[in-house]
């Protein structure tokens, strides 16, 4: 296999393209489900396939096949080239990249015990167990637990001289409890909701995972949010859980800072940013404790690599550097309209697209002090905890998030949960908010595995650390 | 590929398998996409991917496997492992094969020569005029224009067999203007040469122009004329939120426990028809069942749910032909939405309108909110406008709505006889074939940053 990419290297440096790679990437899924003691579904699937993107004349093409040999490369080759000079006979302005120093070698993710070992009977009687704790309230009218489990076996080649195999091992699971008291619905998921819990890891990370002992917390939380009081509306304090948090970061800093989406790429489907380059190393984007960076260095997180798909090695950079807008997301290109170098954020769903400018880890920094001390500051306030719902406009300013449960702060103590929580705000006004960030002891990478960006679209997966903060002044709300 | 590409290999596996039964279904996409935003093309590229998703029922345990290729040893290995997960999984009383006659059908053409045969060069060709006539109007312009084709095949071992090639075509475009104005459209249509892309364009570039130097106006609740784009959105959440049996099933649909109720005003009818010549024709699902006329909503009354095999059976009243896949348990979802047009047209409704909006499109809604009463929000995009005494009179800034789309929907004042299909090439599969409504209330939360 790899004779026949580097064969088709040799033929697109032959032809005199400005620049080529290709990816073959073989990815292996199971995905088992369980739904009130019943299996729901159990699946594998094995998907593999090349894409070839070649840069020639100022433009870029890009063509992908499943069908693996000489003939169907070569083919490739020819389309993504014709691809590019067409791209280039429409416009005047000419693509230019630095691509980076030419990377070998064979690269894995950590991985203790091989998923795809541990027998089916295992994982099922598992979740079974874990189903079965949450199914003992007669409130609860569906326990859902879910395992997932890939390996991606990646390899890059390209013109510069790269050639990089990189094997990464992911295992995740979660669980939704759904307690239903006539009209009344509510859910609350374990550890995180919308299966935001995957990592790069073996079975080991399951194991630790305890969704046992989150089946029972979920029960519980979801019977108490049946006759719990809507959330009040106010301008009050709140103190943020690390996994709606990530998703704060998500959606507010990680995307705005996509230089790709900066610079109009995205316009015809997510959107622009508030982000511009004028405002770079000068705009106040939050309070001085704000500091959010960028690392796809993180052993154990699915928005990690060793390398990103235009063969760029994974770095850490800041983002937000004491309140201040400091850095972009990039790629080779993006890079190049703002006189920089790429940050090496290049990633591909799969073989059968092109890179795009995406997350990689995106981080808030950790302050001082425990979540207690945190909650133990706020005299009247909430504690807002695990994403329902997200809605954010074209600019990344205006943003309102759900969440299955808060609960009410009173003289720096947590008294009755409050059902159906939205807060809401303007991106800027709400980091400049933040007034306490607790200590490394909480804080955690959530891998979020469904970031949609793209046309057509790619889900990518990306992790952001977080540990739970305190932001004053906050709009929330309950609905109904 | 032809038939005997897809269904020999296939074939061969289904008569190979030990199972007591074995479903396969396999599809190929194919696409050729443009993406082009500030007079470049930024992606251009040729997408081919293929699916060979099989089942294997042994009593009453289910098993699947998915491989991404048509080799004998990758197919071998995927109907392996479906075997292998059925013997290990548990016994369930609703896994049973699909109800048909056993026998192969033969579905409707809808392959379209002209736009299998649309080349490369045509598309940049049909690009280059799109950016020629932005620049002379001074406006930016991005978008996509994507054509293709896909494949489906599903075959079982008890002899059926059905194959439907297709051809897909869209153009989507974003004009906008230095000083705010935005406006957005999109054309999807199984015979590209049915796109007049230089009247799609100009349409386009009108549209940001009477969108200019938008206004801020004060959040609250207005009438609103919500045009087909953003009733397309709504219904699409609905879909994915209510409409499919596993919404049914797990009590989170709006329509639970209320059929034969007033749920939505009387002068709605939501249902999906794959059949219909007016939406994108897809008259079976995956597994090989064909596609019922399917009422959500008929005259305000909430009427029922979509089907697959295993929610059918599991309510006794068998599939609706709207399974989604072989091995996810999202379960049943509709993909072809209708909405029964009205008597209005858009011009009466603005005339009606004494203090309100005119809303293009949505952008980033979400319907988790409390989907048992399908709340949602989401932020107007592309074009809103404010309408007094029945005239429209100047374009304003983006707003965020939450209201519940249940509620709104109890309220309204028309529906257009016009229709226009609404569908994301780009992303799903789903379209919606949507007229536009007049709410005589939503509730818009907040200004757009």
Redesign the interface.
């Given at each position: 296999m790899k004779s026949l990419f580097l064969e088709a290297i040799a033929y697109l440096g032959k032809k005199g393209v400005t620049y080529a790679d290709i990816r073959y990437v073989d990815t292996v899924d199971e995905l088992i489900s369980v739904e009130d003691m019943r299996v729901d579904g159990v699946s594998r699937s094995h998907d593999r396939g090349f894409g070839i993107r070649v840069l020639d004349r100022g433009a870029w093409g890009f063509a992908s096949d499943w069908r693996i040999g000489p003939q169907s490369v070569i083919a490739a080759c020819d389309l993504a080239i014709a691809f590019a000079h067409a791209s280039s006979s429409v416009t005047s302005d000419r693509v230019s990249i630095e691509p980076g120093e030419a990377a070998k070698g064979i690269f894995y993710s950590p991985c203790e015990i091989d998923p795809f070992s541990v027998k089916l009977d295992n994982k099922l009687d598992y979740l079974l167990w874990a189903c079965r704790v949450m199914k003992e309230h007669k409130n609860v009218m569906h326990g859902i637990c879910k395992l997932n489990f890939r390996r991606i076996d990646k390899s890059f080649f390209n013109t510069a001289g790269s050639d990089i195999r990189q094997v990464f091992t992911e295992s995740g699971g979660y669980i939704e409890c759904i307690a239903i008291l006539g009209d009344e619905v509510q859910r609350r998921s374990y550890p995180n909701s919308h299966g935001s819990n995957i990592a790069r890891a073996g079975y080991e990370y399951v194991k630790e995972m305890d969704l046992v002992g989150g089946a029972e917390k979920a029960r519980d939380e979801a019977v108490s949010l049946l006759r719990a009081k809507p959330c009040p509306e106010s301008v009050t304090s709140v103190v943020i859980g690390g996994s709606q948090l990530a998703l704060q970061i998500h959606e507010s800093c990680g995307h705005p800072a996509e230089l790709d989406r900066v610079l109009g790429d995205e316009v015809s489907y997510a959107g622009l940013s508030f982000l511009t380059p004028d405002k770079l190393d000068k705009y106040r984007y939050g309070s001085d404790i704000v500091n959010i960076y960028a690392d796809a260095t993180i052993p154990s997180s699915i928005g990690s690599f060793f390398y990103d798909d235009e063969g760029i090695k994974a770095g850490r950079f800041d983002i937000v550097k004491d309140g201040i807008f400091t850095g972009y997301l990039s790629s080779m290109e993006s890079a190049s309209h703002i006189g920089a170098l790429s940050t090496g954020c290049m990633r591909s769903e799969s073989w059968n697209l092109p890179p795009l400018v995406r997350m990689t880890n995106i981080n808030l920094k950790p302050g001082k002090g425990s979540l207690a001390e945190i909650i133990g500051d706020v005299k009247d306030g909430v504690l807002l905890d695990t994403n329902k719902s997200w809605s954010i406009d074209t600019m990344r300013l205006n943003f309102q998030f759900g969440c299955e449960i808060a609960w009410r702060i009173k003289d720096g103590r947590l008294t009755e949960p409050y059902k159906n929580p939205v807060y809401s705000g303007i991106t800027p006004e709400f980091w400049k908010n933040l007034t306490a960030i607790s200590g490394p002891e909480e804080w955690r990478v959530w891998g979020i595995p469904n970031c949609g960006k793209g046309e057509p679209v790619q889900t990518m997966r990306v992790g952001h650390g977080a540990s739970p903060a305190r932001f004053d002044g906050i709009s929330i709300g309950g609905l109904r | 590929m032809n038939r005997k590409d897809f269904s020999g290999p296939i074939d061969a596996l289904i008569r190979r398998s030990e199972a007591d039964y074995t479903i396969v279904s396999a599809s190929r996409s194919y696409?050729k996409?443009l993406?082009f935003?500030?007079?470049?093309?930024?992606?251009?590229?040729?997408?081919?991917?293929?699916?060979v998703s099989i089942k294997a029922i042994c009593g009453n345990?289910a098993?699947?496997?998915?491989?991404?290729?048509l080799e004998a040893s990758?197919l071998g290995?995927?109907l392996k492992?479906?075997i292998?997960?059925a013997c290990?999984?548990?016994p369930?009383k609703s896994v049973i094969p699909p109800s048909r006659n056993g026998v192969s059908q033969t579905s409707p053409s809808v392959f379209c020569p002209i736009t299998d045969k649309f080349s490369?060069?045509e598309?940049?060709s049909a690009?280059?005029g799109i950016?020629d006539m932005a620049r002379r109007a001074g406006v930016?312009i991005?978008?996509?224009l994507i054509f293709g084709g896909d494949e489906e095949l599903v075959m079982d071992s008890g002899g059926f067999e059905v194959f439907r090639p297709s051809t897909i075509s869209s153009l989507?475009?974003?004009a906008?203007s230095a000083d705010g104005g935005s406006a957005h459209s999109c054309r999807v249509t199984r015979d590209i040469s049915d796109i007049d892309i230089a009247a799609e364009t100009d349409r386009c570039i009108k549209r940001s122009c009477e969108a200019r130097s938008p206004r801020a106006i004060d959040p609250g609740l207005y009438e609103c004329i919500l045009r087909p784009e953003a009733v397309g959105e709504l219904m699409s959440w609905l879909s994915y939120t209510a409409f499919g049996a596993g919404q049914l099933?797990?009590?989170?649909s709006f329509i639970k426990?209320r059929i034969g109720k007033k749920v939505m005003d009387e002068k709605l009818t939501i249902y999906d028809d794959g059949k219909d010549s007016g939406t994108l024709v897809s008259d079976f699902d995956c597994e090989g069942v064909s596609k019922k006329k399917t009422y959500f909503v008929r005259n305000g009354i909430a009427a029922g749910f979509a089907y697959d095999t295993y929610y059918g059976n599991m309510y006794g009243l068998g599939s609706t032909g709207h399974a989604v896949s072989l091995?996810?348990?999202a379960g049943p979802m509709p993909s072809n939405i209708i909405i029964e047009s009205g008597n209005s047209s858009e011009s009466d409704m603005v005339r009606s309108v004494k203090r309100g909006l005119l809303v293009n499109r949505f952008?980033?809604?979400?319907?988790?909110?409390?989907?048992?009463?399908a709340?949602m929000?989401?932020?107007t995009?592309d074009g809103l406008f404010f309408i007094e005494d029945g005239k429209i009179k100047y374009p304003v800034r983006?707003l965020?709505f939450?209201d519940s789309i249940m509620d709104a929907f109890k309220r309204i004042g028309g529906i257009s006889k016009e229709r226009v299909l609404i569908s994301d090439p780009?992303?799903d599969s789903m379209s919606v074939l949507t007229p536009s409504i007049l709410v005589s209330g939503l509730r818009f939360?907040?200004?757009?940053?």
């Open positions: - | 696409r996409v993406r935003s500030d007079f470049r093309v930024k992606q251009s590229l040729s997408d081919d991917i293929i699916g345990r098993g699947a496997a998915v491989a991404g290729s990758e290995s995927a492992d479906a292998d997960i290990s999984s548990k369930d490369i060069a598309a940049f690009v280059s950016f930016n991005a978008g996509t989507k475009l974003i906008t099933y797990d009590g989170t426990g091995y996810s348990s952008h980033y809604v979400n319907g988790l909110l409390d989907t048992r009463n709340l929000t989401g932020l995009r983006d965020r939450t780009a992303g939360t907040s200004n757009a940053g």
